[in-house]
Antibody, heavy 115, light 113 residues
């Protein structure tokens, strides 16, 4: 059974960074691209980008090009997303989801940016 | 970027009613190579991850009740929920996975009348 376990909630100051994790089980992360999605209740869902854990290739939505960095560790079957230069606009829940369409989702990580 | 326009933004319904949610893409999602529409529908309840309901515009995900029906092709798509039940109250999103960035519609909130 495919499961995605994401790291716990984070509270960060503006200007700082945060690294989120998404540990997959039930399959090898090298089998599929791993996608990340941002959710803010008032803004809906936004696709951030994908990483191919097989070779580290990444693709980002333009607005997240300088904000997000996707990486993966095949030895631990875990994908990561680092968000930098945090602002209040980055306060959101972030999900990981392999393959398209997104049949499996992590439970989400709430990131709160506040001074 | 492909823009996904969803309507209505909210819908108040009574249990047992049939509802229709529309989704229009700014360009065709039909790939000529396999004649598939790269369009999915998701349901999201408060505090939960989105749940895939429909993919390829009309294929129901395993375990999804048959009252959820996806239709349409090209640029115009519809999600129909027949005989709405209380458990269906949620926000529904369409998403194109034809080309990156994989864009979502703004969502349709289904509420109780």
């Amino acid at each position: 059974e495919v499961q995605l376990q994401q790291s716990g909630p984070e509270l960060r100051r503006p200007g700082s960074s945060v690294k989120l994790s998404c540990k997959a089980s039930g399959y090898s992360i090298t089998d599929y691209l791993m996608h990340w999605v941002k959710h803010r209740p008032e803004h809906g869902l936004e696709w951030i980008g994908w990483i191919d854990p097989e070779d580290g290739e990444t693709k980002y939505a333009q607005k997240f090009q300088s904000k997000a960095t996707l990486t993966a560790d095949t030895s631990s079957n875990t994908a990561y997303m680092q968000l930098s230069s945090l602002t209040s606009e980055d306060t959101a829940t972030y999900f990981c989801a392999p393959n398209t369409p997104f049949a499996y989702w992590g439970q989400g990580t709430l990131v709160t940016v506040s001074s | 970027d492909i823009v996904m326009t969803q309507s209505p933004s909210s819908l108040a319904v009574s249990a047992g009613e049939t509802v229709t949610i529309n989704c229009k893409s700014s360009q065709s999602l039909l790939y000529s190579g396999n004649q598939k529409n790269y369009l999915a529908w998701y349901q999201q309840k408060p505090g939960q991850s989105p749940k895939l309901l429909i993919y390829w515009a009309s294929t129901r995900q395993s375990g999804v009740p048959d009252r959820f029906i996806g239709s349409g092709s090209g640029t115009d798509f519809t999600l129909t929920i027949s005989s709405v039940q209380a458990e269906d109250l949620a926000i529904y999103y369409c998403q194109q996975y034809y080309d990156t960035p994989y864009t979502f519609g703004a969502g349709t909130k289904l509420e109780l009348k």
